[in-house]
């Protein structure tokens, strides 16, 4: 539900998981505990389904607007819902922003495809997001990709002319470069003030909040969602004090899930600390990854110590 007050997609978002039966199937029961419990944490601004936390590159079109459909009927009443949208061609990107709409989710988030990393010209983002928001017309927000995901990453012009399209409200900034991060802010304020720049990297939340953003749509935020939002707060607060102590307990435990080769196990990861913390039964994941090894679970069961989360 859209909030009636200004600058309503200001705020921070958790990016949530997709729990999973052993044989793979999506755990809905486990899936609805899992949202609603992110949803109603005080001071969440709402959530990021479908996201690549989510798991949407490996669930179906058919899968994906069945998790759209129990997060409307679990929180779509109290909380903003942010479906992302994953897909290679813009006409089955369309159809995903359709379901999405007519699941009941009030944005789109629509991620780049990921053979972009391996080439891409000026014109095929404009297109890809025209076509892909044709018939939905929906809030519509930009992620922008890391440094080191190759040519994924939007080039400074790209970014510029997709931040100035009709129905964009925000930018997922994943640049995960503090750097480069305020590089974009500077560039989208300049050419579209009212658009939203939410710093996305989980590594460095602490230093893209004190450069300036107007939230966050994290997955971090699915496991320590009360940190995440503190944090946010101390910075707007100017408690330098607090926001570093708060950065102290955070920046190990995101290190240890994202900042820790291979960087592809930071869902499993994700997943496995939701488990240490019982708050889903089952770590699985889509094949072909894997179970964690038994080090990476001990490491990620002190790294939440560590956080002074428990169980």
Not at 15 to 35: N, V
Not at 132 to 138: E, H, P, S, T
Not at 277 to 289: C, E, K, N, Q, V
């Amino acid at each position: 539900m859209i909030p009636n007050r200004p600058n309503p997609f200001h705020g921070i978002y958790a990016a949530t998981l997709c729990p999973l039966h052993p044989d793979g199937r999506i755990d809905e029961k486990t899936l609805a505990r899992h949202l609603e419990a992110n949803a109603f944490v005080p001071g969440m601004a709402g959530l990021l389904i479908n996201g690549h936390a989510g798991e949407n590159f490996s669930l179906s079109r058919e899968e994906k607007l069945r998790v759209t459909q129990i997060a409307s009927e679990v929180c779509g009443h109290h909380s903003l819902l942010v479906c992302g949208v994953n897909a290679e061609d813009s006409h089955e990107a369309q159809r995903h922003v359709d379901d999405a709409k007519a699941a009941g989710a009030d944005a789109v988030l629509l991620f780049p495809p990921f053979s972009w990393a391996l080439w891409q010209d000026a014109q095929m983002p404009i297109t890809h997001h025209t076509v892909a928001n044709a018939n939905a017309q929906m809030p519509l927000m930009l992620y922008q990709a890391g440094v080191n995901a190759g040519t994924m990453a939007y080039r400074p012009e790209v970014l510029g002319a997709l931040a100035q399209m009709p129905h964009v409200v925000g930018v997922k900034e994943g640049s995960w470069e503090a750097a480069a991060y305020e590089g974009n802010l500077r560039l989208v304020k300049r050419v579209a003030p009212h658009v939203a720049m939410m710093a996305s990297g989980d590594e460095h939340l602490f230093t893209c909040f004190a450069v300036g953003s107007e939230g966050s749509l994290v997955s971090l935020a699915a496991v320590v969602p009360e940190l995440v939002i503190e944090l946010d707060a101390a910075v707007r607060a100017k408690d330098l004090d607090k926001a570093r102590a708060l950065n102290d307990r955070i920046y190990p435990l995101a290190k240890a899930i994202y900042g820790t080769a291979p960087g592809g196990w930071a869902t499993a990861r994700l997943k496995t600390c939701l488990k240490l913390l019982g708050r889903i039964a089952h770590d699985t994941m889509r094949l072909p990854i894997g179970p964690l090894p038994v080090d990476e679970v001990t490491r990620l069961e002190r790294a939440l110590v560590d956080a002074g989360v428990s169980a």
